[in-house]
């Protein structure tokens, strides 16, 4: 089916109903002096709920969300929701941006006219993008599966026939988190539709340290104890997550607040790396996020991407390769800024390589500015 024109709007009871919830919170109890260190803290999250309840607004962000092209495209019988913005530029390059969990395509929505008219922030008019910004399935204003198999490997080839639907047989693409897993099974599977691949986490898929392959550096190693660490401290939303997610549903669909906790705790601890969430993003930024997963009821499904990504029979195996030209940004996030010899154990075509110091996980809200020079540098070269 062709893609049709989309205009977000919330039904007004809807938007009553998540008001009275929020009125209605039955708050639990803190260890004194906790921080952040049990969790999403109490007296920030009092704080953030009095905003949503008193002060956001979601019309106002869902006027500024219809500003853009919003469209929706039946692919393989899957809808799928996305920004599709043209170029302003004498030859635009397509560029598909894909987000991650607990993310959306608003995370994109600064960064959008930075790449697709590059002159009106004083960079050079012939770096412009095409640019596409799909909700991946289960987020946003894509479909729900309700069937087993939505991998990220089969989002791949979703994103490309997309591609191919609005015109771009081959094409660029950025990507972080779930939308770089997603990425990199496109160069895997489909390299030739592939200009390049910008990414801002290299350190997936995971490179083979068995027989055959050279020691680990003293660099690679303390990534590694990095990881695990991560692992033990941060990783388990993802145990959960990909596990029994239909339990966690209950709590996330039914109260605002335990949907609110369960995602800026990770906007925080991902991506404020000074620790300060309000010194990185907006209230209204975070909102309107929460407020995305909250209207379309989409903690579940975007939940259950971890079960099936965790059963994928298409998996990368072991000593896995991604061949397409590559550009890597690393931000502060330290279980993302992998050495550049693990990197290269994998990505075996790195035309790009830069180590940002500062900005965290959600770089393109936090920083567009950044992110978005990076993007035209690198995609300067494959023009």
């Known amino acids: 089916m062709q893609p049709q024109p989309f205009t977000i709007h919330i039904p007004q009871a809807d938007l009553d109903d998540l008001q009275d919830r929020l009125k209605r919170t039955r708050w639990p109890d803190e260890v004194d002096n906790a921080g952040w260190d049990y969790g999403a803290n109490l007296a920030y999250m009092h704080e953030l709920i009095a905003y949503w309840r008193t002060t956001f607004d979601w019309r106002a962000q869902e006027q500024t969300i219809n500003t853009f092209a919003n469209f929706r495209a039946e692919i393989d019988g899957v809808g799928i929701h996305f920004i599709y913005e043209r170029g302003k530029g004498s030859n635009p390059i397509p560029l598909i941006l894909t987000h991650g969990w607990p993310s959306s395509f608003a995370e994109m929505l600064k960064i959008i006219p930075m790449l697709t008219d590059p002159e009106r922030y004083g960079a050079d008019p012939a770096d412009s993008f095409d640019v596409v910004v799909p909700s991946v399935p289960g987020f946003g204003f894509s479909d729900r ?208 390589w830069t180590e940002f110091d500062h900005g965290g996980h959600f770089l393109a809200t936090e920083d567009p500015a950044l992110l978005a020079t990076d993007i035209r540098t690198f995609f300067r070269k494959l023009r």
């Open 145 to 352: 599966p309700l069937q087993r198999g939505m991998t990220r490997s089969r989002v791949a080839d979703l994103w490309v026939r997309l591609m191919e639907e609005v015109g771009y047989p081959r094409f660029a693409a950025h990507a972080n988190d779930i939308g770089a897993v997603i990425t990199c099974y496109i160069a895997r599977d489909h390299p030739s539709s592939l200009i390049g691949y910008h990414t801002l986490m290299p350190h997936f898929p995971s490179p083979s340290f068995g027989k055959g392959t050279s020691r680990m550096s003293e660099a690679e190693r303390r990534f590694a104890a990095c990881n695990e660490q991560w692992e033990r401290e941060e990783g388990g939303y993802n145990l959960i997550q990909e596990t029994k997610p239909q339990t966690l549903a209950y709590g996330l669909n039914d109260s605002p607040a335990g949907l609110a906790a369960w995602i800026i705790e990770k906007w925080r601890s991902w991506g404020a790396i000074n620790g300060h969430i309000e010194r990185s993003f907006t209230m209204d930024e975070l909102l309107t996020n929460v407020t995305i997963y909250w209207v379309t009821q989409t903690a579940n499904s975007s939940s259950r991407s971890y079960y099936e990504r965790a059963r994928d029979q298409r998996r990368f195996g072991p000593n896995p390769h991604i061949e397409v030209p590559t550009g890597v940004a690393l931000t502060m996030e330290t279980v993302q800024r992998a050495p550049r010899e693990w990197v290269e154990r994998v990505y075996t075509d790195i035309r790009h």
